[in-house]
């Protein structure tokens, strides 16, 4: 796999994102200086301000400032919100692999991360602002994934496959065609960019949570941090299911449900929470 990988040309990270990154690391990080950051380009205040006011969110009030949306969601949801719109800028706007545009894979990591978010409050808000932003960052790796498969000219039968495929069988699909998921692309995306060990490691087991235990434990000393990050790794393994690029059915979120109780999570918040997405349509 490694050889595959190695062949995609990665652009380098863009310089909006490496100052953000060195801002929200400050040990005295203040929010107008982000704010600052992002209100250089116009692209990264529409963004962020269309974030912020999503109906996901169920706010009652409607976000007019950068500054406004850092304080309600925190820097690491709004840094989550830049590194994917300069990420997905990087390449090409379709993933054609999938049948979809990058704008589509935006929408859909920002439904996944609103629930990420709302759900954490609910029952693990320790863990709140890195899971919601783990979430909005793992579907990136179906761009250079799709971009291996329409190099070799394997998108097409892939994307045949896939409209066929269950929600549950696009991992075994994507390990047919490439021997990878595309979130262990994502891994190999943000290590390429020497991004943060937690978020490498923690994109490697989003299929597999059931090795995540096992594998994050030896791969940080400090426990306490593998403990969160495994619970992160379940919990993000739950979201992909529910809001993927396929519908599911009754008897899938049955199933959905039943390995979120497996995972040891309330599944009453997750039905609950389903409801008022639905709701929020």
């Known amino acids: 796999m490694k050889q595959i990988l190695d062949k995609i040309n990665i652009p380098p990270l863009p310089t909006s994102i490496i100052e953000i990154e060195a801002i929200v690391n400050s040990p005295d990080f203040e929010i107008s200086k982000m704010a600052n950051i992002i209100n250089k380009d116009a692209a990264l205040v529409a963004y962020v301000l269309k974030r912020s006011n999503s109906p996901l969110y169920g706010l009652s009030r409607t976000i007019n400032s950068t500054n406004t949306a850092i304080s309600m969601f925190g820097k690491q949801e709004v840094k989550s919100w830049i590194y994917s719109l300069v990420i997905r800028g990087s390449f090409e706007r379709d993933i054609v692999s999938y049948g979809i545009d990058s704008e589509y894979l935006a ?7 609103a629930f990420a978010g709302r759900w ?7 863990i709140k602002e890195k899971l919601s932003f783990f979430t909005f960052m793992m579907e ?7 971009f291996i498969l329409r190099a070799s000219d394997k998108n097409n039968e892939f994307l045949s496959k896939f409209k066929e495929a269950k929600q549950n069988e696009i991992a075994f699909l994507e390990k047919e065609f490439i021997g990878a998921t595309s979130y262990e692309f994502s891994s ?3 290590d390429k960019w020497n991004m943060d060990d937690e978020l490498v490691n923690v994109m490697k087991f989003i299929d597999y949570p059931e090795m995540a235990e096992e594998e994050l434990s030896l791969a940080f000393d400090d426990k306490k941090l593998a403990l969160e990050l495994i619970k992160i790794t379940k919990a ?3 979201i992909k299911s529910l809001f993927s690029l396929k519908v599911i059915n009754n008897e899938e979120l049955n199933d959905i449900l039943k390995k979120a109780k497996a995972l040891g999570f309330n599944t009453d918040n997750i039905t609950q929470l389903l409801a008022e997405f639905t709701a929020s349509k």
């Open 107 to 113: 929408e859909l990591s920002g439904k996944q991360s």
């Open 120 to 126: 954490a409050k609910m029952e693990f808000p320790e």
């Open 140 to 146: 990136l790796g179906k761009i250079p994934f799709s």
């Open 188 to 190: 190999f995306l943000f």
């Open 236 to 238: 993000l393994h739950i």
